[in-house]
């Protein structure tokens, strides 16, 4: 059974940066796209990008395009975030998910999930 633990969030400035992870364990991630979505406190749940399970494709929500970046070391069982120029739209709830099938934004694709890591920008 895939698990999946997200971890990397923190507090930081506006304007700062942070890179959260996605470990896996139980299966490797070969075989898996992945998507990383957030859900601030009263909002839906955002996909806010996806990787597919070659890596070759990635895709972004226009409200992090530019800013933020999606990877994958299949080598070490992870995908990575790394989120630069935050503000404090970006605070949320962090989540990765992890499908078999096409890497996508929408996340009723998505079969398995992680905990979430808490991201808060502020000064």
């Known amino acids: 059974q895939l698990q999946l633990v997200e971890s990397g969030g923190a507090l930081v400035q506006p304007g700062g940066s942070l890179r959260l992870s996605c470990a896996a364990s139980?299966?490797?991630?070969?075989?898996?796209?992945i998507g990383w979505f957030r859900q601030a406190a009263g909002n839906e749940r955002e996909g806010i990008s996806c990787?597919?399970?070659?890596?070759?494709?990635?895709t972004y929500a226009s409200s992090v395009k530019g800013r933020f970046t999606i990877s994958r070391d299949n080598a070490k069982n992870t995908v990575y975030l790394q989120m630069n120029n935050l503000n404090p739209e970006d605070t949320a709830v962090y989540y990765c998910?992890?499908?078999?099938?096409?890497?996508?934004?929408?996340?009723?694709?998505?079969?398995?999930w992680g905990q979430g890591t808490q991201v808060t920008v502020s000064s």
């Open positions: 998910a992890a499908d078999l099938g096409i890497a996508t934004l929408r996340a009723g694709w998505y079969d398995y």
């Open positions: 139980g299966v490797t991630l070969d075989n898996y796209a």
């Open positions: 990787i597919s399970i070659s890596g070759a494709t990635t």
